[in-house]
C-alpha cells in the first residue's frame, strides 16, 4: 500500500469518525461544523487540506514532529498541523487547499508561519501531527485554545503510536512540554515550541537534527 493510503487509512479509523466532545470543549475539525465559525461544508474542506498534506509524501520522512494540538488560527481552520489557511492559500508552500472559516479573510497564525520558516527547507524530510487532533478550547469560546488534558492526551496514544509504525521516523521531536509529556513512551527529542519567543530556539534545534542553514 502506498505510504500516504496507509497514513489516511489510518487517520479514517481512528481520528475522522471520532466525535466532538462539547461538554468538555473538545471539537474535530474533520466531521464538525460550527455556524458562527465555519463554512457550511468546513469539515469536508478541512479534511481535503489534510489529504492533500499527506499526499505529499511518497516516501517516509526521516522526521516525525508532534506538537501538542491544533491552535483555533492554524489547524482548527486549515485541517494541517502547525498550519494556517493563510498559508494553504499562499500558493508558496509544497501542497495548497482551501480556507474553511466563515471570515472574511484566511485566518493566519504567528507560530505556523515562524514553523514554516524553517520547514520549507526540510520538507518532505518531516511529518507535522499533533498529540492530541483535536481542538482543546474553552467551553464555548471557540477562539479559545487551552492545554489538552492528560485523559485527552491518552485518548490518541493509539493514533500516534499507529502513526510511528506506519513512518518509522529516524527521530520523534516533541513541540513542546506538553506534547513531550504524551510522547515518552517514545523517547521523543524536545524542542521548544517557536511561540511566545521560542522562534531562535526551535530555529537552532531543527538546524541541529536537518541540516539546515
Not at 114 to 137: E, G
Not at 145 to 167: H, S, V, Y
Not at 175 to 182: D, H, K, L, S
Amino acid at each position: 500500500m502506498p505510504l500516504s493510503d496507509a497514513i489516511w487509512s489510518l487517520f479514517e479509523e481512528q481520528l475522522l469518525r471520532v466525535a466532538s466532545y462539547p461538554m468538555t470543549g473538545l471539537f474535530n475539525p474533520y466531521n464538525s461544523v460550527e455556524p458562527t465559525m465555519d463554512h457550511p461544508t468546513a469539515d469536508k474542506i478541512r479534511r481535503k487540506n489534510l489529504r492533500r498534506y499527506v499526499d505529499c509524501f511518497d516516501r517516509a520522512p526521516k522526521y516525525l514532529l508532534v506538537g501538542e494540538a491544533p491552535g483555533w488560527r492554524g489547524c482548527r481552520f486549515s485541517g494541517v498541523p502547525f498550519t494556517s489557511e493563510a498559508q494553504l492559500v499562499c500558493g508558496t508552500h509544497p501542497f495548497s487547499g482551501h480556507q474553511s472559516s466563515n471570515a472574511a479573510q484566511p485566518f493566519d497564525e504567528n507560530s505556523a508561519n515562524y514553523m514554516w520558516a524553517v520547514l520549507a527547507k526540510l520538507h518532505p524530510d518531516v511529518f507535522l501531527w499533533n498529540a492530541v487532533p483535536l481542538h482543546p478550547h474553552q467551553m464555548g469560546m471557540f477562539h479559545k485554545n487551552r492545554k489538552p488534558t492528560a485523559k485527552e492526551r491518552k485518548q490518541f496514544e493509539p493514533l500516534t503510536d499507529g502513526l510511528i509504525a506506519i513512518l518509522k521516523p529516524q527521530a520523534v521531536i516533541a513541540v513542546g512540554r506538553v506534547a513531550e509529556r504524551a510522547l515518552q513512551k517514545h523517547k521523543p527529542k524536545y524542542l521548544r515550541h517557536p511561540s511566545f519567543g521560542g522562534a531562535s530556539e526551535f530555529r537552532n534545534g531543527m538546524r541541529a537534527f536537518g541540516g539546515i542553514r
